[in-house]
């Protein structure tokens, strides 16, 4: 059975530090994708970034960066200079390709608190 | 940009009562997803679509049942609710069957159950 673990329950930063989320994942099938997505106070979760499991390029977009290592099962989200509208709950997923109806697996989030 | 939109917000109910949650998406996407998120627990599978009366258990549907009458639509029916169901019920679809498709997020319905 597939499982994504993201073992910071929340963290706490004060504007201008980098901070990186930890993802780690479960699985024994060799196809399937990774997401992040954000969830900010409004409520609706946004996609970030999808990363397929032949792609271990790390990949950067702005202020944000996603490190992918199948050696350690993992896919860590650094947002670099973190501001105050980064204050968000972060979830990373997974999604298997080899079976029917592909479900996206969750993990439980982490909180992600920038002060000013 | 593809819109999903959850016709409540907030709702409070009474044991017992019938509920519905209603979810609309505008760009004909095939998928729609309910999810449930409860703190710790990150999000949960309800039940999905993959086209119009068409239905899939997720992992917790216990409780819950689902209609989709119309490709746009996907309501969340709860017979009976109870207070184990208060949480925040979150709305999602994708375009596709098939595939490591994006889901694109309703703005959520947080249900409190007394």
């Known amino acids: 059975a597939q499982k994504v673990t993201q073992a910071q329950t929340e963290i706490s930063v004060v504007e201008k530090e980098d901070v990186t989320l930890d993802c780690v994942y479960e699985?024994?099938?060799?196809?399937?994708?990774l997401f992040w997505y954000k969830q900010p106070p409004s409520g609706e979760l946004v996609f970030l970034i999808r990363?397929?499991?032949?792609?271990?390029q790390n990949e950067i977009s702005g202020r944000y960066s996603w490190n992918f290592q199948k050696s350690t099962s993992s896919f860590n989200f650094t947002i670099t200079a973190s501001q105050v509208v980064d204050s968000a709950v972060y979830f990373c997923?997974?999604?298997?390709?080899?079976?029917?109806?592909?479900?996206?697996?969750f993990g439980t989030g982490t909180r992600l608190l920038v002060s000013p | 940009d593809v819109k999903v939109t959850q016709s409540s917000r907030y709702l409070v109910k009474r044991t017992g009562e019938k509920v519905f949650l209603e979810c609309v998406q505008d760009?004909?996407?095939?998928?729609m997803f309910w999810y449930r998120q409860d703190p710790g627990l990150g999000l949960r599978l309800i039940y999905f679509?993959?086209?119009?009366?068409?239905?899939e258990k997720g992992d917790i549907p216990e409780g819950y049942s689902v209609s989709r009458e119309k490709k746009e639509r996907f309501s969340l029916i709860l017979e009976s609710a109870s207070t184990n169901q208060t949480s925040m019920y979150l709305c999602?679809?994708?375009?596709?069957?098939?595939?490591?498709?994006?889901?694109?997020f309703g703005a959520g319905s947080r249900l409190t159950v007394l």
């Open positions: 999602a679809s994708s375009l596709r069957p098939s595939g490591a498709n994006v889901l694109t």
């Open positions: 699985t024994r099938d060799t196809t399937y994708y």
């Open positions: 990363r397929n499991s032949f792609d271990e």
């Open positions: 997923a997974l999604i298997l390709m080899n079976t029917g109806f592909q479900k996206l697996v």
């Open positions: 760009m004909d996407h095939e998928n």
């Open positions: 679509s993959y086209d119009v009366k068409m239905k």
